[in-house]
């Protein structure tokens, strides 16, 4: 079994930066792949970026391209801590913001916010809330 918990959201004002973290513990050896997702207050959900292991390909939504960057703290694997650097925050951006985590590539379906692409998913976080507004 893996565990994941996200940290690291909060009110930041339209233009700042947060980076959010995602610890995972338990059986961390299976992990193959990390993703981010967020919901929005109206309940819309978005595949924000993932990622395989070592980074060897990564996803972003058109939305967030070129402010947003996914990564992990081991060169090896994306098993242990992920990050979601977000910078040029817009009010859009407000969300619940989960990290999940699967133990096999990611497929173009797993990344469409779609009951298919949402079970892909092995393993979820709590998520953890970004606010942008001044």
């Known amino acids: 079994q893996v565990r994941l918990a996200e940290s690291g959201g909060g009110l930041v004002q339209p233009g700042g930066s947060l980076r959010l973290s995602c610890t995972a513990s338990?059986?961390?050896?299976?992990?193959?792949?990390m993703t981010w997702l967020r919901r929005f207050p109206g309940n819309e959900r978005e595949f924000v970026a993932a990622?395989?292991?070592?980074?060897?390909?990564?996803?972003?939504?058109d939305s967030v391209k070129g402010r947003f960057t996914i990564s992990t703290n081991s060169r090896d694997s994306a098993k242990n801590t992920l990050y979601l650097q977000m910078n040029s925050l817009k009010p859009e951006d407000t969300a619940v913001y989960y990290c999940a985590a699967s133990d096999s590539d990611f497929s173009d379906y797993a990344v469409e916010p779609t009951e298919d692409g949402m079970d892909y998913w092995d393993y979820w976080g709590r998520g953890t809330l970004v606010t942008v507004s001044s």
């Open positions: 990622m395989t292991s070592g980074g060897l390909r990564t996803y972003y939504a």
């Open positions: 338990g059986r961390t050896s299976s992990i193959y792949s």
